[in-house]
């Protein structure tokens, strides 16, 4: 399973912009890079997924490098609710039948 | 809609009992998943049942065991239960169809297990 480096945690402030990073040097080409967040007492929640451009939601935006082998997950106004554990994951296009978490980003906001 | 449920939300069991956890997925999604929570492992996979069928299996002890019915219900039982096995249970479910083809997940709020 291909693996992401994510930091630790992070800290920002409300109503300012996120931006999470995620190292994925080994992607293949046919792996997606996926996000989800896991609010305190829930489980897992999908927030945002891409190939090679970026992409927006209404929860989130997502940068991808040129070569791939980088991506960036953008809030672009921080709210208190968006404290969480951020993960970022390499899934490919077939044979999708499972999630490789790793430790992820805990992202506190400051009011 | 409704979301995936699981039931029940906490459960404290004593060491060699088992038990068993149950998980409804979402209307129409035939794939179901199970995750194992733990502060010290993170987020792993346990295994994942597609049409009553378990496709794919991660690295637990055979203790750990899952069945999926007709109507994509699923459970998961674990027997002779350890100290180590305390941990907060997900599920997830999915469109995910024959060939594996990735829709994203849905997770329950988890089943809470101690053992004590």
């Known amino acids: 399973d291909a693996k992401t480096t994510q930091p630790n945690s992070m800290e920002s402030n409300e109503e300012e912009p996120v931006h999470l990073p995620c190292n994925h040097s080994t992607i293949s080409g046919t792996d997606y890079i996926h996000w989800y967040r896991q609010l305190p007492s829930q489980g897992p929640e999908y927030v945002i997924h891409?190939?090679?451009s970026n992409v927006n939601n209404r929860m989130a935006s997502l940068a991808i490098a040129e070569d791939r082998k980088s991506s960036t997950l953008i809030l672009h106004r921080a709210t208190l609710r968006d404290a969480a554990v951020y993960y970022c994951?390499?899934?490919?296009?077939?044979?999708?039948?499972?999630?490789?978490f790793g430790q992820g980003t805990r992202l506190t906001i400051n009011p | 809609k409704a979301g995936v449920t699981q039931t029940p939300r906490y459960l404290i069991k004593t060491r060699g009992q088992q038990v068993t956890l149950s998980c409804s997925p979402i209307?129409?999604?035939?794939?179901v998943s199970w995750y194992q929570q733990t502060p010290g492992q993170g987020l792993q996979f346990l295994f994942e049942?597609?049409?009553?069928?378990?496709?794919n299996k991660g690295n637990f002890p055979g203790r750990f065991s899952g069945r999926q019915f007709s109507n994509s219900r699923s459970e998961m039982n674990v027997s002779t239960l350890e100290l180590g096995d305390s941990a907060l249970y997900l599920c997830?479910?999915?469109?995910?169809?024959?060939?594996?083809?990735?829709?994203?997940?849905?997770f329950g709020s988890g089943t809470r297990l101690t053992v004590v």
């Open positions: 994951i390499l899934v490919p296009v077939q044979g999708a039948q499972k999630l490789v």
């Open positions: 997830a479910s999915s469109l995910a169809g024959a060939t594996g083809e990735y829709y994203g997940y849905t």
């Open positions: 049942y597609f049409s009553e069928t378990q496709r």
């Open positions: 209307s129409g999604h035939r794939s």
């Open positions: 891409g190939l090679t």
